[in-house]
């Protein structure tokens, strides 16, 4: 009968201790939970504070010029300063530029240019704009009477249409003469800098796809710079200039297109 009464006894002392320490969990739980809450709360006020503007007594807060703007006349916040736009007419001239070169593309891919006519432009240019001579075997010749000749052959795309890879020669040279590459090779590096050649041979062994629309860019590159050495009075020196910038308007084609 006695350790049935401990027995109870125990058992009710058990239960009052887990309701104590849960009574007790809960309590240390929701202190925890609210001090948490505090301090974010606390966090919040701060990054307020410290973010928000507070005005110098005696000078006005800054706001935003409102000035008419340039194309629609509208009083409005300037967007552009150095044309005086706002944002709707900065928003609609960058959409009417879009849609002209969506047209300008469009217009030039309708146009075909193939390989064989870029290669056609590409001789012209290299036939115009050099000394009218065979850079092989040194001979003088009329530019009718020469041929564009390729260091590394025309089979690499990389290399096919740049201007470093090009020279004029004569017909004996660049079809039936052997050693002529090396003294292309040797006229390259006086012209275009002593690495020319390492540089076409290294380039070759890249890939190069061309669209006819990239096709077409370049065509008007060399068709623009070869109407402008025959149309001007340029010398020598002058004719290389031309050349270089052109070759800086291949490689902006070109160089993004190259794997």
């Given at each position: 009968m006695r350790?049935?009464?401990?027995?109870?006894?125990?058992?009710?002392?058990?239960?009052?201790?887990?309701?104590?320490?849960?009574?007790?969990?809960?309590?240390?739980?929701?202190?925890?939970?609210?001090?948490?809450?505090?301090?974010?709360?606390?966090?919040?006020?701060?990054?307020?504070?410290?973010?928000?503007?507070?005005?110098?007594?005696?000078?006005?807060e800054p706001k935003e010029i409102q000035k008419p703007c340039s194309d629609c006349g509208k009083i409005k916040a300037i967007a552009n300063k150095t044309k005086r736009l706002c944002a709707t007419c900065v928003m609609k001239e960058k959409k009417e530029k879009q849609k002209v070169r969506k047209e300008l593309k469009r217009k030039l891919e309708k146009e075909t240019i193939s390989q064989s006519k870029l290669d056609q432009i590409t001789s012209w240019l290299v036939r115009g704009a050099h000394i009218n001579k065979c850079h092989a075997c040194e001979i003088?010749?009329?530019?009718?009477?020469?041929?564009c000749a390729h260091f590394v052959g025309r089979t690499k795309?990389?290399?096919?249409?740049?201007?470093?890879?090009?020279?004029?020669?004569?017909?004996?040279?660049?079809?039936?003469?052997?050693?002529?590459?090396?003294?292309?090779?040797?006229?390259?590096?006086?012209?275009?800098?002593?690495?020319?050649?390492e540089d076409m041979l290294q380039l070759s062994n890249k890939i190069l796809k061309l669209s006819n629309y990239d096709r077409k860019l370049i065509y008007d590159v060399y068709r623009t710079?070869?109407?402008?050495?025959?149309?001007?009075?340029?010398?020598?020196?002058?004719?290389?200039?031309?050349?270089?910038?052109?070759l800086k308007d291949y490689n902006k084609i070109v160089e993004p297109l190259l794997k």
């Open positions: 350790s049935h009464v401990e027995n109870g006894t125990g058992k009710h002392a058990l239960a009052l201790l887990v309701r104590d320490r849960g009574i007790w969990a809960l309590h240390r739980f929701l202190t925890l939970s609210l001090s948490l809450s505090l301090l974010l709360y606390l966090y919040n006020m701060l990054k307020r504070t410290a973010t928000k503007k507070i005005p110098v007594k005696g000078v006005p003088t010749l009329d530019p009718k009477g020469l041929q795309v990389a290399t096919r249409y740049h201007l470093t890879n090009l020279l004029p020669a004569c017909p004996r040279c660049n079809l039936y003469t052997p050693h002529h590459v090396w003294n292309l090779g040797k006229s390259l590096n006086r012209i275009w800098g002593t690495d020319t050649t710079c070869l109407t402008e050495i025959e149309e001007g009075n340029y010398s020598q020196d002058q004719k290389y200039k031309k050349l270089h910038q052109a």
